[in-house]
């Protein structure tokens, strides 16, 4: 199936908006050349805008989020120094693997793909000899959500000051995130996701304490250390050739998240996922999110018992044109997820909607046409939810099946 749009409903990348496209449709620029400083200065007023950061010094190398954890990790800590890591998902495991492989002690606690990292999760393991705590605000792998203001004040509630150190990447521009006001000491993230760019960038907000741990810590580092990027940026350019077409882009997609208005475009994404949420439930499918509250409004990961949930992502692909995210780590299988953040609207949620129910019907899922698209047009419409089919199960997945 050729004709058409793509419907690209990954969780990240995600569609590029034409603005943007456009923006970036231009000749290359000489990177010392004229042009270069006031796009620099407002790439970097508007991150400090969608970070939610007066004092962060916002950060770029030609990367992707994987580069954003190497550059927050050389950066702010010294060899052999503990970190305390959270795995509650694929990425979370990941961030952490990258902090050991980097020379840190990692003590990474266990917790059940599908929760969220908890104020007492932090109150039982953060130790003295902990100099950073690593979080992933929302772990992609799952659809879950970590409320980092409650991160940061059970932090406070120990009277310990490790570095904050937290993964943005599938929650800036989606979710709330306020890195000034939670003490965040550095946020990453890759162009590609709520930001509405190609991949190829990786992106940090950097506070004042470790900017100062920058200066005293002993990892090697060359190309992500950040120093000289901000000293650069700050007068308008790079160290090194910077990818400039993404530049102009990334100032584009600012603009259009600016014009907007950050909490427009929260309060937007809230209203898809609740709607991706209601079809969801509509067809008596589960999602992974262990507590309903902190499933996440970038993404929604459905939990299948009876099929593949990989091949309903092959079978949205080949027969619908319909990208969706697959079961990643221990969820391959049993998890597939539907993306909905960056550039999206209502239109583009219920035709996703109705291509994945379509998928799972393919896919040998017993399945009602046209239920989980109603219930999300019902929610749209503002119209009270229809009672749930004879086969609803509870919308959450209980522990002992997928932990
Ligand atoms: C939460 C999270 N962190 C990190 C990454 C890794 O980023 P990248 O694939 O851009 O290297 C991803 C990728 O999807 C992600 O979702």
């Given at each position: 199936?050729?004709?058409?749009?793509?419907?690209?409903?990954?969780?990240?990348?995600?569609?590029?908006?034409?603005?943007?496209?456009?923006?970036?449709?231009?000749?290359?620029?000489?990177?010392?050349?004229?042009?270069?400083?006031?796009?620099?200065?407002?790439?970097?007023?508007?991150?400090?805008?969608?970070?939610?950061?007066?004092?962060?010094?916002?950060?770029?190398?030609?990367?992707?989020?994987?580069?954003?954890?190497?550059?927050?990790?050389?950066?702010?800590?010294?060899?052999?120094?503990?970190?305390?890591?959270?795995?509650?998902?694929?990425?979370?495991?990941?961030?952490?693997?990258?902090?050991?492989?980097?020379?840190?002690?990692?003590?990474?606690?266990?917790?059940?793909?599908?929760?969220?990292?908890?104020?007492?999760?932090?109150?039982?393991?953060?130790?003295?000899?902990?100099?950073?705590?690593?979080?992933?605000?929302?772990?992609?792998?799952?659809?879950?959500?970590?409320?980092?203001?409650?991160?940061?004040?059970?932090?406070?509630?120990?009277?310990?000051?490790?570095?904050?150190?937290?993964?943005?990447?599938?929650?800036?521009?989606?979710?709330?995130?306020?890195?000034?006001?939670?003490?965040?000491?550095?946020?990453?993230?890759?162009?590609?996701?709520?930001?509405?760019?190609?991949?190829?960038?990786?992106?940090?907000?950097?506070?004042?304490?470790?900017?100062?741990?920058?200066?005293?810590?002993?990892t090697p580092r060359y190309f992500y250390d950040w120093r000289p990027v901000i000293r650069d940026m700050q007068q308008g350019f790079f160290p090194y050739t910077p990818p400039t077409l993404l530049l102009f882009g990334l100032r584009e997609a600012l603009r259009m998240l600016l014009d907007e208005g950050l909490d427009n475009v929260l309060a937007r994404h809230a209203r898809l996922a609740e709607a991706t949420r209601e079809a969801v439930s509509a067809w008596g499918l589960k999602m992974l999110a262990g507590d309903p509250a902190r499933a996440s409004n970038s993404l929604t990961a459905v939990v299948v018992d009876a099929i593949d949930s990989g091949a309903v992502v092959k079978v949205a692909a080949e027969r619908l044109n319909l990208a969706l995210g697959v079961g990643l780590g221990q969820l391959r299988g049993r998890v597939f997820r539907i993306g909905h953040l960056g550039s999206l609207n209502e239109l583009e949620v219920l035709a996703t909607l109705a291509g994945t129910e379509l998928a799972l019907l393919y896919s040998g899922q017993t399945i009602e046409l046209g239920v989980g698209v109603a219930a999300a047009q019902r929610f749209f419409a503002g119209i009270p939810a229809a009672a749930p089919p004879q086969s609803a199960k509870p919308r959450v997945a209980t522990p002992e099946r997928v932990g």
């Open positions: 199936m050729t004709s058409g749009r793509h419907f690209l409903q990954i969780p990240g990348p995600t569609n590029v908006p034409e603005r943007v496209l456009r923006a970036m449709d231009r000749p290359v620029p000489d990177h010392r050349g004229p042009e270069m400083p006031s796009l620099v200065a407002e790439i970097r007023n508007g991150l400090r805008a969608i970070f939610r950061s007066e004092r962060g010094e916002p950060v770029l190398f030609p990367g992707s989020g994987t580069g954003a954890w190497e550059a927050s990790i050389v950066n702010t800590l010294s060899p052999g120094e503990r970190v305390l890591s959270f795995e509650n998902g694929h990425f979370a495991h990941l961030y952490g693997d990258a902090a050991r492989k980097l020379a840190m002690q990692v003590d990474e606690v266990k917790l059940r793909w599908g929760d969220a990292v908890t104020e007492s999760d932090i109150q039982a393991n953060l130790k003295p000899e902990h100099r950073a705590v690593l979080i992933v605000h929302n772990e992609t792998s799952t659809g879950v959500t970590t409320d980092v203001a409650a991160v940061r004040r059970a932090i406070d509630r120990t009277g310990l000051e490790p570095l904050l150190l937290v993964d943005v990447v599938s929650a800036l521009g989606s979710i709330d995130f306020r890195m000034d006001e939670w003490r965040v000491d550095v946020a990453l993230t890759g162009t590609q996701k709520g930001l509405m760019l190609p991949p190829g960038g990786a992106i940090l907000c950097v506070g004042p304490r470790a900017l100062e741990a920058a200066e005293k810590n002993r």
